[in-house]
Each structure stands twice: as C-alpha cells, then as structure tokens.
C-alpha cells in the first residue's frame, strides 16, 4: 500500500510523521484535566448503563487508543457519554435481566455490533449519514434524554428502589417508593448535586477575581466532581454510613481490562441489531458535530467516512475489553480542547491515566456514594436540555417544531427508540407533504431589467399571451400531479392564453414520473391550442432530459434564460417593460 493511501486509512501516521515536543507537552496538558474529568464521570454513566462501574473505565481506555489510530478529530474526546449509556441500558434491559452477567455480555455484544455497522458504514463511504438527521430531531432527542436521565437518577439521590424507561413510568415509581428515602443519602446526594452546579457556575469567575490564572482556575473547576468524590467518600468511610443505608460502589476490580472474545450469539445479534444501528448514527452524528465544530476554530478538516471507522475502532476495542458502546463527548471534547490539546495523542494520554487509576486507585473508590454519582449525572446532563430551542424552532418552522416535539414527547412517554424513530418518521412525512405541494409563482418582468419576480410581490409587466409559472422545488414523484393541477386550472381561467413558460432556476432534479407528467402537460396544453416552453433549466436536469424522449416531443422551445423567453415570445410585453423605470418596481420580498 502506497504510503498516501496507508496515511488515508491510518491517519494517525500523518500527525505522528510531525510530532514534536510542544505538541507533547500540549496534549500530556490536555490529558491531565480531561482524566481528572473523566475518571467519576466514567464510574458514573457505567452506573447509568446498569453496568458495574469498572466496565466505564475499561470503555475509557483501549477505545481512546483505537479512535486516536483512526479518528481524523485533533480534539474529539471519545469514551462513555451519558446518552448513549441511556440506550444501552434501554435496549440491554429487554434481553438481561440488570446485574446478572448475561447483561453485562448483551452490553459487550452491542458494542461489538455498534462497532462493526459504524465501519461498514465507513468503508462503504455512507458519512453522508449525519446530514439525514435534522438538527430539530437531535436536539429534541437530546433535551428528552437529558430530562429522562436526570429523572432516573433521582432514585440514587433518595436512596430508594425505583425503576421505568419512560418519564411517567420512573415518576411513578418515585412516588411510590418516597416514604422509604434514606435521609443520609438524600442530604449527600443534594449537597453534591447543589455543588457540582455552583462549581459549574460560580467556581471560575471567583477564582478569576481572587488572581488565580485562567489556565489554573478551568484545571480547578473541572476537577469540581473529583471533590465531590473525595469529600463524599471520605464522610461515608469515616462516619460508617454504608451501614446507614447509604448505596457505595463497593468492590471495583483491580487491575487493566481484560482482553477476551466478546460473546457470540446471533440471536443476541438479531435482537440487539436494531438498538445497535440507532447507537451508531446517533453517536456518530453528535460526534460529528462536536467535531466539526472545534476543527472549524483551527482551520482543520474532519472527514466523515474516516470518522465512521474511527468511531467503529473504539467501539469494537470497548468490545474485545469488557468495555461498552463509546462515542465522542461533548462536553469532554470542549474541555480537552480548551486545555490545548493539539493531537489525538491527548487521547492516548488520557487512556494510560485511565489504566494507571484501574490499576492502583480502584480501592479508594469501595465507600464512595452512588448519590454522588448520581449528582454527577444530573448536572452534565441537565447541560444538555435546551428547552428554549422549543420557542426557537416553533416561530421559525412549525414543521420542524413538530418533528422535534413530537420526539420529545415519545422519548419521555414511551423510550429513546421509539422517540427517534417518531422524529425522524415525522420529519421525513412533513418533507413529503411540504414536497409535494412546491412553491409555485406567476413571474413577471421587473420594469427596467431582465429579472423576472413574483405578480403578487412586485410590481411587475405581466403578457396576456403567455404565462411564466416559476416551480420552486424539485419535481418528483410526489409533486408531479400537484404540478400539472396547478398548470390546468391557470390555463382554464386565461382563454387569451398563447404559451406557457416553465421557469426552472430551482429545479434539481426531475425524476420519471415527473416526466410523464410534464409529457402529459404538452399534449394536453396542445390540444387546447397552448404552448409549453421551459426557460433556465439546469445543465444536469437537461443532461437528463436529453437522455429522453420528452424534448422531441415538446411543442415549445427551452430558453436559456427567462428574458429571452419573453423577448421571443411577446416582444411587445418585453418593450414596453424595458422602456419603463425600475423605480416603479418596489420590491418585498423575492
């Protein structure tokens, strides 16, 4: 393999050719705060995917190596992020009963087959993927997961038994069970909780005004959740409140993951398939947004197809290391690159701090609340609802209000599944009704130049001879019928009528059904004695056109340009408008 193309599928050879020592001493940086971050907040998204915590540091190592091999981001933070240790629990919950090892094998088995679609997908250069999912539908999946999964971490905040995969199903079981809250675990899990929100809010700009340096101040805030588990952890050891009724971690394994085959089941394949297929495009669409948008600031390239395979790489490496599904983190990305991270060695770092704390530090974890993990949940993901987006979307696009909403509401009443499915369903059927009926506009001559607008906007000079109908959308088989209604009823109610003019400045595409309803317009519009001309057609759309029989047929000409159209077919209607002043045109909108 030729060294261009080892480097295209390998991009880690191209940073590595060039990597010096400002570029270690940036990343070695970057990976300090980001393992200070990372560290509870992989304990505690193992324990919002019904896993044993250990099983988030395994996914926080050898997956970060694996992206830093094969990923094209320079910032992207990959490891267990909380939406997608959501639709693990969703979807390993229907096949394994929590805590029981068969759950713990679904969750390795659905990072092995969330692994291998994301590099099929890579290889087959689908990366065009994340532009299939409107932005309503994700913000609206993630505003609804972020309120679901701060609503189902308030059973570890009470100290008390409940379960459900919806909101109303959890809330339920909240109240059912309130009169059992245990008051040393609510007291640790709201102080922890009401400090990780000041520590986000309030720590820097204090900091900043008692003279702190920047840099140190952000190192300090973001190591907010580390306090939280030290001071919890400690007050837990020391006042023996494990045998108060506080939930601890307990026992976490010592020691690096373990390198095994993950199970091999095709049933366990077919059932988790579809879980699987929504894990990919969903992390690898907040992936790559997350990526795009720190590359932006540094003027750097992301390219999706390699990031399907990196993405794909860590996942099956969370798989073959007892690990689960990992995509790369929003917050964890902005952190990693306000820390000055310049390379995916940050990653790599990161891993061997990581593996260093799975190693040596696991111990000190054995008395550490699950509130105060609980706490750390709740504040990340609260960061993440955006509620005001609803008003947003509302006064832009009632369309788009609709896909988000109604996404938002499924997710909340029924689960993260079926949630994405009715959004993107819903998205994808008000594209096809809103196809369907194109925007269509009488034009006529703006007075005093060659640009053609909108009757009902502008004052324009119109023909009584010919009828310049422009289609805003492309044509096709949804739209078609809805095309040739409109040119019909137009012709009925002009009997002077001498030609019609399709105007196609917007046209893209006109597919076969299109065709034959453009065919059936010219014989019909014969017949009556009409005309049809088209004028501004596209270069690819004629391309196609020639390509078929329609222009043999075609009683009319194609005309470059509108203008021509016009000069050519009523000269008189053209003179007059050329004669007169632009002034006389006053202009709303085009």
């Keep these: 393999m030729r060294l261009p193309a080892l480097s295209s599928a390998v991009p880690a050879i191209t940073w590595l050719s060039r990597y010096r020592g400002p570029e270690f001493s940036a990343d070695l940086v970057a990976a300090i705060i980001v393992t200070i971050m990372l560290i509870p907040q992989s304990l505690a998204y193992a324990l919002l995917a019904g896993l044993p915590p250990q099983v988030g540091l395994y996914a926080s ?193 010592q020691g690096l993951p373990p390198v095994s085959a993950p199970p091999m089941d095709l049933d366990l394949f077919a059932t988790l398939a579809p879980a699987a297929l929504l894990i990919s495009v969903i992390g690898f669409v907040e992936s790559m947004s997350v990526a795009q948008t720190l590359a932006a600031k540094k003027r750097q390239r992301v390219e999706a197809n390699n990031e399907l395979i990196g993405l794909g790489a860590a996942n099956l490496a969370a798989a073959f290391s007892g690990g689960y599904a990992v995509t790369g983190g929003f917050a964890r990305s902005v952190v990693n690159f306000d820390a000055g991270a310049e390379t995916p060695m940050a990653g790599v770092f990161t891993a061997v701090g990581i593996a260093l704390t799975a190693l040596f530090l696991t111990p000190l974890f054995f008395y550490l609340p699950k509130a105060t993990l609980a706490a750390t949940i709740i504040v990340a993901v609260l960061s993440l609802v955006d509620l005001k987006a609803l008003k947003r979307t509302f006064d832009y696009s009632k369309s788009d209000f609709a ?9 909340l009443t029924v689960g993260v599944e079926a949630g994405v499915a009715a959004g993107v369903g819903l998205s994808v059927a008000l594209y096809l009704w809103r196809t369907s009926r194109p925007h269509m506009a009488v034009v006529g001559q703006v007075p005093g130049t060659e640009h053609f607008r909108n009757i009902l906007r502008h004052e324009v000079t119109t023909s009584d001879t010919v009828l310049t109908l422009r289609v805003d959308e492309s044509l096709y088989f949804a739209s078609a019928r809805f095309l040739e209604d409109n040119i019909y ?6 009997p002077e009528l001498k030609h019609v003019v399709l105007m196609c400045p917007a046209v893209n595409l006109i597919d076969a059904s299109a065709l034959e309803s453009l065919e059936a317009i010219v014989e019909r519009l014969s017949s009556a004695g009409v005309t049809f001309h088209m004028s501004e057609v596209k270069g690819p759309v004629m391309d196609r056109l020639k390509r078929s029989r329609f222009l043999d047929g075609l009683t009319g000409q194609v005309f470059l340009s509108q203008y021509e159209a016009m000069r050519t077919l009523d000269p008189e209607a053209t003179a007059r408008a050329d004669s007169a002043s632009p002034a006389r045109a006053q202009a709303h909108a085009v």
């Design 61 to 253: 190592i050898l997956p970060l190596v694996a992206y830093a091999v094969f990923g094209t981001s320079r910032a992207l933070a990959v490891g267990p992020v909380a939406v997608v240790s959501l639709m693990t629990a969703a979807a390993v919950s229907k096949v394994a009963e929590p805590g029981s090892p068969e759950y713990l094998g679904a969750a390795i088995a659905l990072a092995l087959l969330s692994g291998g679609m994301l590099i099929a997908m890579g290889v087959a250069r689908l990366g065009f993927l994340a532009n299939l999912l409107s932005h309503p539908v994700v913000s609206g999946f993630i505003t609804a997961s972020g309120i679901l999964i701060a609503s189902s971490q308030l059973k570890h905040i009470l100290g008390v038994e409940a379960h459900g995969h919806s909101l109303f199903s959890i809330v339920g079981s909240l109240a059912r069970h309130i009169d059992e809250t245990n008051l040393w675990t609510l007291g640790i899990g709201a102080a922890a909780t009401a400090f990780l929100f000041w520590v986000r809010s309030r720590l820097k700009p204090l900091l900043l005004r008692l003279g702190i340096p920047a840099q140190l101040a952000g190192v300090l805030t973001k190591a907010g959740p580390v306090a939280a588990v030290i001071v919890t952890t400690s007050l837990v050891s020391l006042l023996n409140l494990g045998q108060s009724g506080v939930d601890i971690v307990g026992t976490i394994p």
């Design 403 to 411: 896909a988000m909403a109604a996404t938002i509401l499924v997710v």
């Design 489 to 494: 009823d137009m012709v009925a109610e002009r």
